[in-house]
């Protein structure tokens, strides 16, 4: 993720623009990751942005899958093939 990519994530869920300033600060030194700024907006009484994001890519994760599920990996084989 990128820093306009979060500020533009913030702004559509409708953090104000002072929260979302002192918070890209804070990811400066800690990091720009979507747990960080969930703390972050948990520490001000406002509501997670990127919960979802994070918990969906991690439940895949856990999920054991393997990169020769992957279908670009698939893609590249048949790809390879046909040359």
């Not at 104000?16 to 009484?45: A, M, S, W, Y």
Request: aromatic share 6%; with cysteine.
């Amino acid at each position: 993720m990128t820093v306009n990519e979060a500020i533009l994530e913030m702004r559509y869920s409708g953090i104000p623009e002072e929260d979302i300033e002192d918070i890209i600060e804070i990811c400066k030194t800690r990091g720009l990751k979507p747990q960080i700024i969930d703390q972050e907006l948990e520490k001000r009484g406002l509501e997670k942005v990127f919960e979802l994001e994070y918990d969906a890519s991690e439940s895949w994760f856990d999920g054991g899958a393997s990169a020769s599920a992957h279908k670009p990996a698939n893609k590249l084989g048949v790809e390879k093939e046909k040359k």
